[in-house]
């Protein structure tokens, strides 16, 4: 994670794993500084109107003390700068961490405060709850704790989990079921089945069952929240039915007794309605016999082709990611194939959350980050990478991949030069600057910068980069080492604007800067007449003879 301290690497892999924050969502959240306040992360969440304030405490390695009390209480005495508008402002005068304070201001914390989003305490430790934990909680409702037990029972690890395997069985005696065969298809049944007995199918709590749902990424929505609301009040649940879309589960084996009596299924997942069990598994406290949930179970692996479309149509009402929707898209899968052809063994190229697992990661290219890294590069818009809509976005798909120059080679080699960026970021001293998930972003669109600047190869690079690539490994080898001095240079240039900036007083704040359009284009306008007056007196030599130098050392 970066090379953060341990306390908030430990907090930025929870914020992956469990809140399936990405980038700069984790670096905007996380506080790696001293003088925070015991504040180790903020993170807001606009859909629900809450404020997650977090503290991350790790087990020392081989104790296995429990976590006891003294924690929480100070968190619950840290949440009390966040109780007004007047106390949030007084956390910023009294606060020494200047990250504390820029999260602060840069997420408008007061502001949102004042506008009544909800406060909560979220502490994270490797450490068990003991009695005296629990005691606290009870009395703490603004308080969530994700011990050792709850991590171990909410981690999902990357990749399609298989199947549930442990078989279920469902009373439907009471109200009966309907069977349904299609021809030359699979078999349905439908029934309403009682939600104390489904919210005991396995994989809730770490959403495991809802591995093979296009809505992977599960949160708290306004929809879950008026779930939960109805829930609670045990007046509605005979009416659940009635004003419920209701459940569909895939299941590899459905078994019904001879006398209609119960529903056996195994190797099952649930591909709709998984935000309504989840909220049923949270308030599993309120069920009653009364609150039962039409589901419809579908003879049918969750894996197959057809799963896939039954998965995709049922879901077409909710709110599933552009990537999702795409990853069957011809231009993408056209690319794959491409890619996996010429470049075999060398890259993979995913284009679907959890497609082959068992890729090696050092040679995996996510569609995702290569939006990004068109987004920067070709579309000279840095300033929008962090926003995930943008990127599978049709209109903005289309700008970014349909066209007949993103081939396999300009995928392959905007990869390598991204690595290279990433490479030699890992020189400057500013390491909040240059860790920052928006950085080589920045560096891509200023790399496009300077090569425009030449009219030689630079700009035949920008255009055709297959003229560059054959396929081989030498080939990406010799273009990585003659785009690697370009690059170092732009970074050079940029840390004597970070320390020009710093000594007038008004340093940058890539939390906030890099996401500024009018910001970049200054850094560009001060960047690149550096770059342009080293080129000059021959500090450096461009990409065209850097080409032709990696050539003759070959």
């Not at 919210?199 to 591995?211: C, K, M, P, R, S």
């Not at 529903?263 to 039962?292: D, F, R």
């Not at 039409?294 to 909710?318: M, W």
């Not at 081939?407 to 500013?430: P, S």
Request: charged share 30%.
């Amino acid at each position: 994670m970066k090379g953060r301290r341990e306390g908030a690497a430990f907090l930025a892999w929870f914020l992956k794993a469990y809140y399936r924050l990405e980038g700069s969502e984790i670096d905007d959240a996380v506080c790696d500084a001293p003088g925070d306040k015991g504040i180790d992360g903020i993170y807001v969440n606009e859909v629900t109107r809450e404020i997650d304030v977090f503290q991350a405490r790790m087990a020392t390695a081989g104790k296995t003390k429990s976590l006891g009390d003294h924690d929480l209480k100070e968190l619950r005495g840290t949440l009390d700068f966040f109780a007004s508008e007047k106390s949030v402002k007084h956390l910023l005068d009294t606060a020494t961490s200047d990250a504390l304070k820029k999260l602060i201001v840069n997420q408008k914390i007061a502001e949102l405060v004042q506008a009544g989003y909800k406060v909560r305490g979220i502490f994270v430790t490797t450490r068990p709850r003991d009695r005296h934990t629990d005691d606290v909680l009870k009395i703490s409702p603004q308080l969530i704790l994700y011990d050792n037990s709850e991590l171990k029972s909410r981690y999902l690890p990357i990749g399609k989990s298989e199947p549930i395997k442990e078989a279920a069985t469902f009373d439907i005696s009471e109200d009966g079921m309907l069977d349904y065969a299609i021809d030359k298809g699979p078999k349905m049944y439908i029934a309403p089945l009682k939600a104390m007995d489904l919210v005991q199918l396995g994989g809730i709590a770490n959403q495991e069952l809802f591995a093979w749902n296009l809505r992977y990424r599960l949160t708290r929505s306004p929809v879950n929240q008026q779930i939960e609301k109805s829930i609670t009040d045990t007046k509605e649940h005979k009416y659940f039915p009635v004003y419920h879309n209701g459940l569909t589960i895939l299941a590899e084996k459905i078994e019904v007794d001879s006398k209609r009596k119960t529903i056996k299924i195994s190797g099952y997942s649930v591909v709709n309605g998984c935000q309504s069990l989840s909220a049923l598994h949270a308030k599993s406290a309120y069920l009653t016999a009364e609150l039962k949930i039409l589901t419809k179970f579908i003879l049918i692996s969750p894996k197959g082709e057809l799963a896939a479309k039954i998965t995709d149509h049922t879901n077409r009402q909710n709110g599933i990611t552009g990537r999702d929707l795409l990853s069957n898209n011809e231009v993408q899968m056209r690319l794959q194939t491409e890619i996996h052809t010429k470049y075999r063994g060398q890259i993979h190229y995913r284009i679907a959350r959890g497609e082959h697992p068992e890729w090696d990661g050092s040679s995996v290219m996510e569609n995702d980050e290569m939006a990004r890294i068109l987004m920067a590069f070709d579309l000279k818009t840095p300033e929008s990478c962090h926003q995930h809509y943008k990127l599978f976005d049709p209109q903005m798909h289309a700008e970014m991949f349909a066209k007949p120059s993103v081939n396999a080679d300009r995928i392959v080699a905007m990869t390598d030069i991204n690595a290279v960026i990433i490479t030699e970021l890992k020189k400057v001293k500013d390491r909040a600057f240059a860790a920052y998930s928006l950085t080589p972003y920045l560096f891509l669109y200023l790399l496009r910068e300077a090569l425009e600047l030449s009219e030689g190869h630079g700009q035949e690079f920008i255009q055709n980069p297959s003229r560059y690539l054959d396929g081989s490994g030498a080939a990406r080898a010799r273009l990585r080492k003659a785009i690697q001095p370009t690059i170092a240079c732009l970074i050079k240039s940029m840390e004597a604007e970070l320390t020009r900036r710093e000594q007038e007083g008004s340093p940058i704040d890539p939390r906030r800067d890099l996401k500024a359009k009018g910001v970049i284009q200054t850094i560009r306008s001060k960047v690149i007449p550096l770059y342009q007056m080293a080129r000059q007196m021959n500090y450096i030599l461009n990409f065209e003879e850097e080409w032709v130098k990696a050539a003759s050392k070959k």
